[in-house]
């Protein structure tokens, strides 16, 4: 299998999540193998241009919350106006709130914080994607769809306060197969890939911090730029990557 990222040279990636954890470290690998990156977040505004964001210089900043149609719409509309096709999209963007889905627990989440686990997890992903895809078929591109899953996303930690979002990424894992066989029963070439990363060193996970080392997070971007790496006519459908000292939680 030959692995090079000549082909995406130039070419628009679109990354959600994009302003801090395993999303700002994608953005920034892809930044550094040569793409043109809009790197999508509720906390940056393509105002807010390099502050957010550490770049060399072309990736743009744009505030989307993808938990809202109307904001991936108007957003994919002002990067196809401003760049033309998306090549690449990355769904980084999650949430994981601490707490218990009902109240037997002590500590309830709101059903605020439950639709918006689902919201954003699951809904914006799909939304994302499926914009993704019709700009894709518009311009005739052969893309990829890269899905930041996670190992909670192939069975159900024993953690009560992991709520819905094994939940969130089950779906994700469902949806992904589930895309990519339609696609492929259309004879479309886009790929769609799940990434599903064990523990990894950020904010959202520094309550399961146990002392095991994890995965960088510049290590899940790695793993990114290799799915993206196959030939245009392989497509790696599932990546888990771990530490090798990890266990399950």
């Known amino acids: 299998m030959l692995h090079s990222m000549d082909r995406w040279g130039g070419k628009l990636a679109v990354v959600t999540g994009a302003a801090s954890g ?3 470290a994608v953005a920034q690998a892809l930044d550094r193998a040569g793409l043109q990156v809009v790197g999508l977040d509720v906390k940056t505004h393509v105002e807010a241009k390099e502050s957010e964001i550490e770049c060399k210089g072309n990736i743009t900043s744009k505030y989307c919350d993808i938990s809202k149609l109307e904001d991936i719409e108007r957003v994919f509309k002002w990067i196809e106006d401003n760049f033309g096709s998306v090549y690449v999209l990355v769904n980084c963007a999650g ?3 601490q707490g ?18 689902l919201d954003v997890n699951l809904k914006g992903s799909i939304l994302c994607a499926r914009t993704a895809v019709e700009c894709m078929k518009k311009y005739d591109i052969s893309g990829h769809i890269i899905n930041i899953n996670s190992l909670a996303g192939h069975y159900v930690p024993f953690s009560s306060s992991m709520n819905l979002y094994a939940s969130t990424k089950y779906a ?3 949806f992904t197969e589930t895309l990519s066989q339609e696609l492929a029963h259309f004879s479309n070439r886009i790929k769609v890939t ?6 990894t060193k950020t904010e959202m996970a520094a309550h399961m911090d146990d002392g095991l080392p994890g995965l960088a997070q510049s290590e899940v971007a790695d793993a990114v730029l290799y799915v993206l790496s196959t030939p245009p006519h392989i497509n790696i459908s599932e990546l888990t990557i771990t530490s090798v000292l990890e266990k399950r939680i």
């Open 22 to 24: 395993i999303g700002a």
């Open 95 to 97: 949430i994981l709130y």
């Open 100 to 117: 218990q889905i009902t109240g037997v627990g002590d500590n309830p989440l709101s059903v605020n914080q439950l639709v918006e686990t």
């Open 172 to 174: 994700i894992t469902a």
């Open 194 to 199: 799940s990434l599903s990363p064990g523990l």
